[in-house]
């Protein structure tokens, strides 16, 4: 290792050192040497473009909440579609918020504290406790449900044919060993 333990020694180590071996080792020359930056026009927003972009909805009336803070949207920026819709919002990198709808951007203010505090739920009638059905224990309707097996299938089926008027056979016509007449 370096042994490097203060930060003249770090800096000196970087320039002489790691800077040498990181340009020979990890660079790799250019295939085409021509300058691939795009110019800067006048519809490049770099504000909007180096800045910390989310989706919020618009609520109903037509506030936003970003970065736990709930901001108002001004009446002249108010167009139609916003309610409900999603807006870009950018915290920039001076600080500041900002909201495009589209191509256009809103005029945003901060709501006080007081104003974003939910309002209290009107007390209403004292609910009462939720009973259950079996609530006391007493019913005993399936008491013993299940502890005595019924007859097997072929049984009863076999039972439902012995049962059947004979005209019925004989109207029905032929049938298939194994098959019940319907």
């Known amino acids: 290792m370096a042994k490097v333990n203060t930060l003249e020694q770090a800096n000196r180590y970087l320039a002489a050192e790691f800077l040498a071996w990181w340009n020979q080792t990890l660079t790799v020359a250019a295939a085409n040497t021509e300058d691939a930056h795009r110019e800067l026009h006048t519809h490049h927003?770099?504000?909007g473009i180096l800045s910390h972009v989310e989706t919020r909805q618009v609520s109903n009336d037509y506030t936003i909440q970003f970065d736990s803070q709930r901001y108002q949207i001004q009446r002249e920026s108010i167009r139609t579609g916003l309610r409900g819709s999603g807006v870009?919002?950018?915290k920039r990198l001076d600080g500041?918020?900002?909201a495009r709808f589209?191509?256009?951007y809103l005029e945003l203010t901060l709501c006080s504290?007081?104003?974003s505090v939910a309002r209290p739920a009107k007390p209403g009638p004292a609910a009462r406790p939720r009973t259950e059905p079996n609530a006391g224990g007493q019913s005993q309707w399936m008491k013993h449900f299940g502890q005595q097996p019924g007859p097997p299938l072929w049984k009863v089926l076999q039972e439902i044919d012995a049962s059947e008027?004979?005209?019925a056979k004989r109207s029905a016509g032929p049938t298939t060993p194994g098959r019940r007449r319907v």
Do not use: F, W, Y
Request: aromatic content about 0%; overall charge negative.
């Open 45 to 47: 927003n770099l504000t």
């Open 165 to 167: 008027e004979p005209e």
């Open 88 to 90: 870009r919002v950018e």
């Open 102 to 104: 589209g191509e256009d």
């Open 113 to 115: 504290s007081a104003a």
């Open 96 to 98: 500041s918020v900002a």
